[in-house]
């Protein structure tokens, strides 16, 4: 298997004080990307596909390097830093531990037979979303199921571990958000957030908002710290949001949407920044699926249904 870097000259543009430049368009998968991860403060970082291909990357470097191939597709990938290894969501055979720099599986643990959407990681814990509405609690010490959160019958899309790691907030396809007590486990908060299914959420930094995107196109900050209350609502894109990703600093975020453009917001307002797209940019021809923004460089990582990723250069 060949990966091809292609650079594209496509300038710089400008809406306010934002600069994109893309860096690079990186080929190599067969089906669209659907995951996407890094390691912090390198520039190291994973992809997953529907053609079952994780791959390792560099943010400034030419090739891919497969590092697994999976039987089925990939949604999900979750760097655990205690550990240095990598966490994958199996379409339909569980979760997969991965030693990345050895190229090879260390464990695995059926947990469902339904697909793995999201998974996040607290402590020695993996928090893992799944397409029958379960959220799976996994010791990674033992690597054994700790619980099973049963909250809804509809798909879990999405987890956020708020960063004091004292509740996380998973978005279900009955168009709801349940934030859990992790001590617990006990639902504290559980309300409909939008009017399809919720497909991304992540808190700010300081844990007080937590951001949500939908099906719905639409984009809302909800206040944590006055019971999810609604702060702020955007119609964010023409079709779903598939994904939202926070700067390293946590003052700007992007999101991405199956309408094919990735845009950049302002966290304070959600006032929008940037809207990079294929006739501006040299942007994605279809869905873009997923994002990453790195504190390499503060670049920003997207991945597509046209089976490529993009890297840009995001600057204020």
């Known amino acids: 298997m060949n990966f091809v870097k292609v650079t594209f000259k496509t300038g710089e543009y400008f809406m306010g004080t934002v ?25 190291m970082f994973f992809s997953g596909s529907g053609d079952g291909m994780i791959v390792q990357w560099q943010m400034g470097s030419d090739e891919g390097q497969r590092i697994a191939q999976m039987g089925a597709s990939v949604y999900a990938l979750r760097y655990d830093p205690a550990t240095d290894l990598l966490l994958a969501g199996h379409n339909f055979q569980g979760l997969h531990v991965l030693d990345w720099r050895a190229k090879q599986e260390v464990r695995s643990l059926k947990l469902t037979d339904a697909a793995i959407f999201d998974i996040a990681i607290a402590g020695n814990k993996a928090l893992v979303a799944a397409g029958d509405g379960s959220v799976s609690v996994v010791d990674l010490t033992a690597m054994k199921v700790e619980r099973r959160l049963t909250a809804s019958s509809q798909k879990a899309r999405c987890i956020a571990v708020r960063p004091d790691q004292q509740e996380f907030a998973v978005g279900y396809s009955d168009h709801r958000i349940r934030v859990f007590r992790m001590e617990d486990f006990a639902v504290v908060a559980d309300f409909v957030a939008h009017a399809n299914s919720v497909f991304c959420l992540q808190y700010t930094p300081d844990g007080r908002v937590l951001l949500s995107g939908s099906r719905d196109a639409r984009l809302k900050a909800w206040n944590s710290a006055e019971k999810y209350g609604l702060q702020r609502e955007v119609a964010a894109h023409l079709f779903a949001i598939n994904d939202l ?72």
């Open 19 to 43: 600069q994109v430049n893309k860096v690079v368009t990186l080929t190599g998968h067969h089906d669209s990307v659907f995951a996407l991860e890094g390691i912090p403060h390198t520039p």
């Open 245 to 316: 990703r926070l700067s390293p600093d946590g003052k700007h975020f992007v999101t991405c949407s199956m309408d094919k453009s990735v845009k950049v917001w302002r966290t304070e307002d959600l006032t929008l920044l940037k809207v990079i797209d294929k006739a501006r940019h040299a942007g994605h021809g279809t869905s873009v699926n997923k994002l990453l923004w790195s504190s390499f460089n503060n670049q920003v990582a997207s991945a597509s249904d046209d089976r490529t990723i993009s890297i840009w250069d995001v600057i204020f």
